[in-house]
């Protein structure tokens, strides 16, 4: 055997200050983000479980536990929760899916279609994303209530007035996210189905959805969670109580009834995030792919 010392060869322990410079920082800042994310969550779960329910009794971790403020939540008969958990479903899950097909239709003609005012509609569309939403309130309030006088069924005061309200809201920039994933597919694609005989609904339909279904998952995913924590226009549109989702009746049930007795609102918080929650899990193997596919263009 040679004489060469076996020392260069061996794994050395880094230094502390080393590792620290080099890996170690990264940690710290990553603890600090998941900590920074999750307190907010854990002072409502334990806002949920405390017997006090108050802001300023309030801690971290509660001296007991109770059900209290979600029997109070559920129990009372003058509160319409389970009315209100309903109408947050189904009024997100509706505008979600409309939503998410709508801008598909467009997405898809922007993408594979050249016609005069393409280029014009798109950027028409990015700019009208970019003005907040209270600009639009006047118009929008004023816009249902003449549409009610016509259509009373979708005018103001309906949730379906409320749903086309939701669904136009997020129309531009989903079908922007959306034309981004499209322009990734293959056009061959498309040249062959038509070869074949296909029309474009055809091809729409039967090859780039399903090719297109993990950008649509992220689409519907957004869509539904903003319109379960939208607040300012459920509240200026709905006006019966039986009709509010649960943004605005949580609102409504603890400014009205409970003042700063925060536990009840806090449990029904909590269980606003159930739908949101259920929806991630069944969605959740689409959404890594369908949030960076729409980054790059072919």
Do not use: C
């Not at 959306?178 to 070869?195: C, H, N, Q, Y």
């Amino acid at each position: 055997m040679s004489g060469h010392d076996p020392t260069p060869y061996r794994a050395k322990r880094m230094k502390p200050a080393r590792w620290f410079r080099e890996f170690g920082w990264r940690h710290l800042v990553m603890a600090a983000v998941v900590a920074f994310a999750l307190f907010p969550v854990i002072v409502v779960i334990s806002a949920s479980f405390n017997p006090r329910g108050g802001i300023q009794s309030q801690k971290l971790i509660p001296s007991s536990l109770t059900l209290d403020n979600y029997r109070a939540l559920t129990g009372d008969k003058n509160v319409p929760f389970y009315h209100w958990m309903r109408n947050t479903v189904v009024i997100s899950g509706v505008a979600a899916l409309a939503n998410t097909f709508l801008s598909a239709l467009a997405a898809y003609a922007f993408s594979r279609m050249r016609f005069r005012g393409r280029r014009g509609g798109l950027l028409a569309i990015l700019l009208v994303q970019m003005f907040p939403i209270t600009l639009l309130m006047v118009a929008i309030f004023l816009m249902m209530q003449n549409i009610g006088g016509i259509f009373p069924a979708v005018g103001l005061g309906t949730q379906m007035g409320l749903i086309l309200v939701y669904m136009g809201g997020a129309l531009g920039v989903n079908t922007w996210l959306m034309k981004g994933f499209f322009d990734t597919v293959p056009r061959s694609l498309d040249e062959s189905a038509l070869i074949d005989g296909a029309t474009h609904w055809q091809t729409f339909w039967r090859i780039i959805l399903p090719l297109a279904a993990p950008v649509l998952a992220v689409v519907a995913m957004l869509g539904f969670i903003t319109a379960v924590n939208e607040y300012v226009l459920a509240s200026v549109l709905l006006r019966d109580v039986n009709d509010f989702p649960l943004s605005v009746g949580l609102f409504r049930f603890i400014d009205n009834d409970f003042g700063a007795e925060w536990g009840p609102f806090a449990a029904g918080a909590l269980l606003s995030a159930v739908p949101v929650v259920v929806l991630f899990q069944f969605l959740q193997r689409f959404i890594v792919s369908g949030l960076t596919a729409g980054a790059a263009k072919e």
